[in-house]
């Protein structure tokens, strides 16, 4: 009987750990959870879709200031995780730029573990122009519950209401990038 409970617990806690569903509150604030081996997470329907918060910090590339989710209201927002020192990242970088130049939306980095003059001139040399978030700690990145702080590159594409409508816990291409953006620049608004 003990061991039929425990198989029974067992089943339970893992149906909830693969289910996609389970990765945010509806409605609510934004929770990852393990997805079960996939690399790409897609949260449909809109109403499913949890809000990002608090998501702010040092600019990069503009000394003194800072830059986050607050100062694209009503945009869809891809927020890239990066490192200068990161190989797939290098891969990804003009990628992100292009969709931000062709569509409108906006790319913001999160640039972690990093030395600053390095990352400067790492977007610089690439002509890089969206800002970053300076994170070598990690704190700001820790604001996203849950979420993998060892995963660079990662990405999350966020709708104009700023909930997370994807994430991708691997180098992200513009192939699978703009026709999403796209698509969360065509929803409708919030009913008022």
Partial sequence: MIRLLAVALVAVFLAGCSST????????????????????????PPESRGTVRGISGDSLLHDGATVGL????????????WGSWCGPCREEMPGLQFVQEQTGA???GIDVRDERQAAA???????????????P????????SGYPRNTVP???VLDQQHRVAAVFLTVVRVPELMPLVQ???AEPPPAA
């Fill in 154 to 156: 990662s990405t999350l």
């Fill in 21 to 44: 569903k389970e990765a945010v509150a509806t409605g609510g604030d934004f929770q990852f959870v393990a997805p079960g081996g996939q690399t790409t997470i897609l949260y449909d």
């Fill in 121 to 135: 001139d790492f977007v610089r040399d690439r002509g890089v122009t969206f800002d970053s978030i300076f994170d």
């Fill in 183 to 185: 698509r969360l620049q």
């Fill in 70 to 81: 607050d100062d694209h209201a009503g945009k869809v927002v891809i927020v890239n995780i």
């Fill in 106 to 108: 906006v790319v913001l």
């Fill in 137 to 144: 700690p990690g704190r700001v990145l820790a604001r996203l």
